[in-house]
């Protein structure tokens, strides 16, 4: 299925986040994944889409790195909302020097190949993140879908705030992660990670779905 991103912006931009997830489930039905790093505010979009969708797979990918309250927030939100979760293991890797072609490999390997093999495993026809413009200075550049190298991204709270999301998430007894840590991300947690830059999909992309 042909996905008009133009027209799925325009339908979607003036909607509340819980109505942009169900519009594009009304579309796509189980064609449709949610990715999650289990982050600080990552309860918001796994309540929303489980509201609309409750069965839809979350995919995670496992990098070695996560801390302690990471693993309880996976296993809480996995229990507490009994996820579909999919979870995609990374090999271990030490973290190199930023900046360095050793720092782009280590990103691609840690996170970006596991997410392809993902999409090749679960081949869906589009992903939701809870990507928010004011993380990095890529992303408020984004709209709320777009095309990542073939596969549509779908990014519900992307108007969203920090402060806001994390007043949702107190506001329906959704923990918050304030122990995060994304070696991809460096030392500032505000790098990109390579997944939300158009740097996947390929692979999905020619396996003629």
Partial sequence: ?????????????HL???????H??????????LSTSFGPTAGVMLRLATEVYPEIRVITVRHGHETQRTL????HYTEALDLNLKIYEAP????????TPAFEEFKRKVKMEPFQRALDEERPMAWLSGVMRGETEQRKTFDFAMDRNGLPAVYPILD???????????AHGLPLNRDYYDPA?????????????????????????
């Avoid at 509340?16 to 169900?22: I, Q």
């Avoid at 969203?160 to 107190?170: H, I, P, Q, R, V």
């Avoid at 505000?190 to 779905?209: M, N």
């Fill in 1 to 13: 299925m042909d996905i008009d991103l133009q027209s799925l912006n325009r339908e979607i931009e």
């Fill in 16 to 22: 509340p986040a819980r109505e942009r997830v169900r």
């Fill in 160 to 170: 969203w705030d920090e402060t806001y999301a994390e007043e949702f998430c107190l």
């Fill in 72 to 75: 309880e927030a996976a296993e």
């Fill in 24 to 33: 594009v489930h009304d579309l796509l039905g189980d064609g449709l994944i």
């Fill in 92 to 99: 271990k890797m030490d973290v190199p020097e930023e900046g």
């Fill in 185 to 209: 991300k460096g030392r500032s947690q505000k790098q990109e990670c390579g997944l939300h830059l158009g740097e996947i999909g390929a692979s999905w992309t020619s396996s003629g779905l």
